[in-house]
């Protein structure tokens, strides 16, 4: 797949990462050794969250000296979907889910959404593909609705394929 500098996919070019790691703590590193200059390296693996994550610091130096630190992390994409999905469903509920599909470029979108078929859900009164126009720096929405059938632990993705950038989300449900 080729993507772009954020590692962002572009539209046509095969595969679209599907982005499905969102914790709630990114990272809680309790104890972190430095080298005798004083300096240490930790590499953090970011979570798929489009948000500005809060780093917090605090270090002891051998002679008892005390330190802390405040600073942002920001994970931005130019163009990405999101869902709005519910955490739990009970079989045969039905549900309205909004997607929301934000294109911070310059140019207009014209955006291909796409529902991944599953068997424990099917869609009520939707299709399975939508094309909905975003101006440019705006964002726009679409509704899904679906009823589920099954019980268990699932997942619900959609594909948000853009004039230029694609971006997938893949939201866990029990």
């Known amino acids: 797949m080729i993507s772009d500098a954020q590692g962002q996919g572009l539209a046509g070019s095969g595969p679209i990462r599907v982005r499905r790691f969102f914790p709630e703590t990114l990272l809680w590193q309790p104890q972190l050794i430095t080298d005798s200059n004083g300096k240490a390296k930790l590499e953090i693996p970011l979570a798929d969250s489009i948000t500005t994550w809060r780093l917090s610091g605090s270090a002891v130096s051998k002679n008892g000296s005390l330190g802390s630190t405040t600073q942002g992390i920001r994970v931005f994409q130019e163009f990405f979907a999101d869902i709005d999905f519910p955490v739990a469903l009970t079989q045969n509920d039905e549900v309205e889910v909004p997607i929301a599909v934000f294109n ?16 424990w859900f099917e869609l009520i009164d939707t299709d399975a593909e939508q094309i909905i126009e975003i101006g ?3 964002a726009s929405s679409a509704t899904l609705r679906l009823r589920a059938l099954r019980p268990g ?20 449900v029990r």
Do not use: H
């Open 136 to 138: 440019p720096k705006t």
């Open 104 to 119: 911070y470029l310059d140019t207009p979108q014209s955006v291909k959404l796409r529902i991944e078929q599953a068997d």
């Open 153 to 172: 632990n699932r997942k619900l993705t959609v594909f948000a394929e853009g004039s230029g950038l694609a971006d997938a989300v893949e939201r866990p």
